[in-house]
């Protein structure tokens, strides 16, 4: 990859339709993926709004009570309608909340066009070849979603406006279109693959069993500075610790080795400025 890897620090996670692509946090959790895919697209191609749609598999999250009361903390009118048990379907061209059961859909979201070209550039960047045939979801930096980005990926200002966050299942870039260039990037890190699996099976953690985390960082003395201005009170007793956040701005610190959660609770989202309204 032409650029070095440094750090973004996942922080407050605060819902927007902007960035709703960014926020793929659950799986469709029924049973026969390619099944329920199936079904999927018979039900909606009966629908007015996909006759002559050029079918693909959408990414798929189910909404969750946690994730409709977020939605209504921070006035996303696009989900007025929803019902706990519907989906969040992601096309290309736009967003769908879904309601599966009763075949109805709730909502449409258009996002921004983004440059037909863009992943095609971005690809071509060395390291990034195998990422060639990989459906990121690509929010573009506004004046009007920059404040909310902000809360969640530090060191955005304003310079970044018009520039490009994409993100893969394991690698998050920050890319400038115009110039062609990446500016920033984390790689997810590797997790062992029943830590999930370990983290849920404590109590106060089963309602979770279903959820998929949003991120999951171990700490490390090469980012514990960082992430010390963000978690009061960790130390470097907590290296080697993975911090785990889901889509109700849950935080969990959660030591693998010793199968021992550390610390569990829910961030605030950044208190609005009187003179500010909420971004639509």
Known sequence: METKNRTFIIANLVMTVAILGYLIFAQNPLSGEKDFMNSLRTNLQKHDEFQGFQWEYPRVTLLTSDLLTLANQQGLDVYNNAQTGDYLLEFTGASVIYDYQDD??????????????????????????????????????????????QQQINGLDETQIGNYIVSYEDLVILYDYTNDMILDSIMFETVP??????????????????????????????NLAVLQQQIADIDESYIGSFI????????????????????????????TQPNEQSPE
Not at 212 to 221: A, D, L, T
């Open 104 to 149: 109805e859909i709730v909502n449409v979201i258009i996002p921004e066009t983004i440059p037909q070209d863009l992943l095609v550039k971005l690809t071509a960047h060395g390291g990034l070849e195998d990422y060639m045939n990989q459906r990121p979801s690509v929010v573009k930096i506004t004046q009007q979603n920059l404040n909310n980005l």
């Open 193 to 222: 693959q029943d830590l999930l699996t370990k983290l849920t099976a404590h109590e106060e953690m089963e309602q979770y069993k279903d959820v998929k985390p949003f991120n999951m960082v171990i700490v490390k003395q090469e």
């Open 244 to 271: 785990i956040t889901y889509p109700d701005n849950r935080l969990v610190m959660y030591n693998y080795a010793a199968d021992a959660i550390l610390l569990n609770q829910v961030l605030q989202p950044a208190e």
